[in-house]
């Protein structure tokens, strides 16, 4: 592997680690709101909102694990 490839993937590894960080935070927030919406009326559409984004950032976040992990073996297998 030409040293600049294995710069560039080095980089994206460390970019993906953080994003999967950041997705984690995010989930760990709207599912705590929403257990702390609870049932109350007034709240229930924003409930409902922060339901959708919990469901999309679990699936970018699967998406962004792949990623990380193609990266990994890439950077794996080079020193074989």
């Known amino acids: 592997m030409h040293?600049?490839?294995r710069e560039i993937l080095t980089?994206?590894?460390e970019g993906r680690e953080k994003?999967?960080?950041e997705y984690q935070v995010n989930i760990d927030?709207?599912?705590?709101a929403i257990e702390k919406i609870g049932s109350d009326e007034e709240l229930q559409p924003f409930r409902?909102?922060?339901q959708n984004l919990l469901a999309s950032s679990l699936l970018e976040q699967k998406?962004?694990?792949v990623i990380?992990?193609?990266i990994q073996d890439q950077l794996a297998n080079?020193?074989?």
């Open 11 to 13: 980089t994206a590894l």
């Open 19 to 21: 994003e999967l960080i």
């Open 78 to 80: 080079q020193d074989l």
């Open 3 to 5: 040293p600049y490839q």
């Open 48 to 50: 409902e909102q922060l």
């Open 63 to 65: 998406k962004s694990q």
């Open 68 to 70: 990380f992990e193609v």
């Open 29 to 32: 927030n709207y599912r705590l």
